[in-house]
């Protein structure tokens, strides 16, 4: 099976503007959690998805959401990105089936806001 | 929720010495514990796993041992060889599939 794939790998925005980044799941897992890694403050929660709906959520301000498609796929979007919002964002995704399940990471969208 | 303390946050081994990682957390309902590594400029990877109902669990040179009353778990890599020097963090979820990250450990294995 193909891995967990992220687009962009890279984006460089300005102070001010939004950004949307893509996760495509292992096919067949349908819960999908989004994470932001910084130096030192290892992998923060940002939201899981699961069958379409946000099952959980991370203590992130409002500017942070995502959604779920029917096809599992996710995307996260960040809107009116503030410096401290450059961070590699790294999605996971598992099988819905036991409470809780191994996490298949994707390689990250590496973000970074001047 | 749940609060995942990792220490320590750096450790330097010789090669062939053992590498002991020890996490701790604080929400008495989560149930599986991942241990992942992550290499510079690479996704984080499972290296193993434990749950609740398991005292301790071995994969050739790693291990993983719980302490539910005492809320802590820990890694255990011997053998120590270069190649293992990377990131490893140890993570805690719920039942409903939610986890938290411990901060993370730098490893290094010194030739």
């Known amino acids: 099976k193909a891995g967990v794939t992220q687009t962009p790998r890279y984006l460089i925005k300005t102070r001010g503007q939004q950004v949307t980044l893509s996760c495509s799941p292992i096919?067949?897992?349908?819960?999908v959690s989004w994470y932001q890694q910084t130096p030192g403050q290892g992998l923060q929660f940002l939201f899981e998805y699961f069958s379409e709906t946000q099952r959980n959520k991370g203590n992130f301000p409002g500017r942070f959401s995502g959604r779920q498609f029917s096809n599992s796929r996710s995307e996260m979007n960040v809107s009116t990105l503030e410096l401290g919002d450059s961070a590699l964002y790294l999605c996971?995704?598992?099988?819905?089936?036991?409470?809780?399940?191994?996490?298949?990471f994707g390689p990250g969208t590496r973000l970074t806001v001047l | 929720g749940e609060n995942v303390e990792q220490h320590p946050s750096t450790l330097s081994v010789q090669e062939g010495d053992s590498a002991v990682i020890k996490c701790t957390y604080s929400?008495?309902?989560?149930?599986?514990f991942p241990w992942y590594k992550q290499e510079l400029g690479k996704r984080p990877q499972l290296i193993i796993d434990i749950r609740s109902n398991v005292g301790e669990k071995k994969d050739q040179r790693i291990a993983v041992t719980l302490n539910k009353t005492a809320k802590h778990f820990s890694l255990h890599i011997t053998e120590t060889q270069p190649e293992d020097s990377a990131v490893y963090f140890c993570?805690?979820?719920?039942?409903?599939?939610?986890?938290?990250f411990g901060t993370g450990t730098s490893l290094t294995v010194i030739p």
């Open positions: 929400d008495s309902a989560s149930n599986y």
């Open positions: 993570a805690a979820s719920t039942p409903f599939n939610q986890f938290y």
């Open positions: 996971a995704s598992s099988l819905p089936f036991q409470t809780a399940d191994t996490q298949y």
């Open positions: 096919s067949g897992h349908r819960s």
